[in-house]
């Protein structure tokens, strides 16, 4: 690691290494490199997707039911004689879609509720912190259904109630990260110029902990697939006849033995996503110089 | 010492109080209640309003909060909404069914991770490190429907050793559950052994790193008594707090491993509640399993307490 990329830990200049270092930082990894690779494959793939597709997602065929892969299709067909490779492809694009839109939404809300409670504290800050811990105590799959249940399902609905949820844990995350610079001269300075909270915030705070919400993102985006495509796979995330990685991987259960190519290849291309993007966390939290193994698992 | 004991059972309480108060405003908004649930397509009119009356649902919300409040701390959490049930009678088995799926996963689970990650923090940055660590983030980060097929698939469809899909009755005694749980099991402890292990490995690495750790070495301690006697008792106590964390959060993955295994578990009960807009029976399994979660952390809390003098002092410091 380059002397500069050592995390700036004193003094308002450090909002974070520049990008270029730091994606060098991370392709300079054989993991970080994978990483970034598998993940920018799977972005241009779910852009570029209905172009490439051989045939009609929703092409039904009786007469070919779970015919195993040839030269015609390359990944065999479903139970419903649709082509595996056709709607592998299209398959991650909602749930591409729902998280990108979602992650950023949640960093942003979350962390600035963090940040703000970190530089206030006080009686406000200790009440919203136990609601937080008791909205933690909820496993997450049941918020989701409720929330689910209660206004359906859809893009519409999934984007705001994911980034409501993922940012929850965030303002642990960036009150805590806050918490470290609040202490430190140049905010005092800043006070003590009579900066109001929403500058110091802006100024002092948010590009210190700005690392830090980065790897936080990363992460969240991960575990935003994980619970997108679990509802998916619950029956409560997209509808049908829609191509979804999590829908594909429960149709073709009952039929797995005798014809793994329907569920071997979502399953292959969901795993590869959500590891590449893991990888990459890992790796610019290492480019970052942010600790991310002591991080809560929620 | 009592007094910070006191502290944290009350934190616990509140706790446990909030979640109450979300969970029943959050069914409180939901659109309808148990008597348009009961009669669905009559409820309209003179008999919706007989069966509010009859179920008292025409009271003020924060009379029936009291009311529901009171009852659940008796364990009595009222009828399920099809009205035929008491909660309470539905929820038992299905809680033991869980607790019996979680406490063989734990007690899979927790030696693996803590001897795996040890050992991977002792091999630092060499093969077997870099190994354990690439696997523990594929167990971790891979959603557990995929892993659960994946088993499945192997274990079941292609080598036919052990049953895929479990038909057991939820109020079957527990030596029935063997063989299919072994399956469900599995999941769920890979998952916790990778999230687990991590932290053991960063916490050893940790306190390798110390200033008192190097000092044992220059005066010439041997390495094994180094590491047996100066880092794994400070560098394990941390864990403690995570293996709550990491239990908490199976609660949520249980939910799905339960449902792809068909096993009669709280999750799943959980997931054909929300389908059947059960609100009753929803309203019981969130509170209990918030419970459970909050009585984890407590006592991962309690222990570290009594187990870390340091942390015994006066001094009162929030995380």
Same mark, same amino acid.
């Given at each position: ?45 779910? &852009? ?47 749930? &591409? ?39 933690? %105590? ?119 033995? &005798? %014809? ?16 590449? &993007? ?14 991310? %193994? ?5 | ?20 108060? !979300? ?73 033991? /069914?869980s607790m019996l799926l979680g406490i063989c996963a ?94 053991v490995r960063s916490s050893v690495i940790e306190v ?48 799905? !491993?339960?449902?792809?295994? /068909? ?10 509640a929300i389908s059947d807009r059960d609100l009753a ?6 509170? !209990? ?31």
């Open positions: 690691m380059s002397a500069s990329l050592v995390p700036a830990a004193s003094g308002r200049a450090s909002a974070g290494a520049p990008t270029l270092l730091v994606l060098r930082d991370m392709l300079a990894r054989p993991s970080g490199a994978t990483g970034l690779v598998l993940v920018l494959l799977h972005l241009v793939v779910a &852009i570029a997707s209905p172009w490439l597709v051989p045939y009609d997602f929703k092409a039904i065929s009786a007469s070919l039911i779970l015919s195993p892969p040839d030269a015609a299709h390359w990944f065999g067909t479903d139970q419903l004689g649709r082509d595996v490779l056709t709607r592998t492809l299209l398959g991650g694009r909602e749930a &591409i879609l729902v998280t990108l839109v979602a992650t950023p939404l949640a960093v942003a809300w979350g962390g600035f509720v963090g940040v703000y409670l970190g530089l206030v504290g006080g009686r406000l800050d200790d009440v919203l912190m136990r609601v937080v811990d008791a909205f933690l %105590a909820l496993p997450w799959i049941l918020k989701m259904l409720l929330l689910i249940v209660t206004f359906g399902t859809g893009i519409g609905v999934l984007i705001p109630t994911l980034a409501l949820f993922y940012g929850i844990p965030v303002i642990r995350i960036a009150r805590a990260a806050a918490h470290n610079v609040v202490a430190r001269d140049f905010v005092l300075a800043a006070r003590a110029r009579g900066h109001g909270r929403l500058s110091i915030i802006g100024r002092e705070l948010l590009p210190n902990v700005f690392d830090a919400l980065m790897v936080e993102g990363a992460m969240r985006w991960s575990w935003m697939l994980l619970a997108f495509s679990s509802l998916s796979f619950l029956g409560f995330g997209v509808s049908p006849p829609t191509p979804d990685w999590g829908l594909m991987i429960a149709d073709s259960r009952t039929y797995l033995p &005798i %014809a793994p190519w329907a569920g071997l290849y979502p399953i292959a291309a969901l795993s590869s996503l959500i590891i590449g &993007i893991n990888l990459s966390a890992d790796a610019l939290a290492k480019a970052l110089g942010v600790d991310r %193994a002591q991080k809560a698992p929620i | 010492m009592l007094r910070m004991i006191l502290r944290r059972l009350m934190l616990g309480a509140i706790t446990v109080g909030l979640v109450s108060l !979300i969970i029943f405003s959050a069914v409180e908004m939901l659109p309808g209640d148990a008597c348009t649930a009961l009669l669905q397509q009559d409820a309209q009119g003179q008999r919706l309003a007989n069966c509010r009356k009859e179920l008292g649902l025409e009271r003020p919300a924060y009379v029936r909060y009291a009311h529901w409040a009171g009852g659940a701390v008796r364990g009595d959490f009222g009828m399920s909404a099809h009205g035929d049930k008491r909660i309470s009678d539905m929820v038992a088995d299905r809680f033991k /069914n734990l007690a899979v689970g927790l030696p693996l991770a803590f001897v795996m990650g040890i050992f991977a923090a002792l091999r630092r940055d060499r093969r077997l490190d870099l190994v354990l660590s690439a696997l523990a983030i594929a167990a971790m980060t891979i959603p557990e429907f995929v892993s659960a097929t994946m088993l499945i698939l192997v274990f079941s469809g292609w080598l036919g050793w052990l049953p895929g899909i479990i038909l057991t009755s939820a109020n079957a005694p527990v030596a029935a559950f063997f063989p299919g749980i072994i399956l469900p099991v599995a999941v769920l402890a890979m998952v916790m052994t990778a999230h687990i292990l991590r932290t390798l790193d110390s200033d008192y750790v190097r000092m044992a070495t220059l005066k010439g301690v041997p390495y094994r008594s180094m590491v047996l006697r100066h880092v794994l008792p400070n560098a394990l106590l941390p864990a403690i707090n995570v293996v709550a964390l990491t239990v908490a959060w199976l609660l949520g993955g249980v939910v799905v !491993i339960e449902t792809v295994f /068909n096993y009669p578990g709280l999750g799943r009960l959980m997931v054909s029976l929803v309203q019981a399994i969130a509170l !209990i399993v918030a419970s459970v979660y909050v009585v984890v952390n407590l006592s991962a809390d309690l222990m570290t307490l009594l187990a870390n003098p340091r942390l015994r002092t006066a001094v009162e410091k929030r995380p």
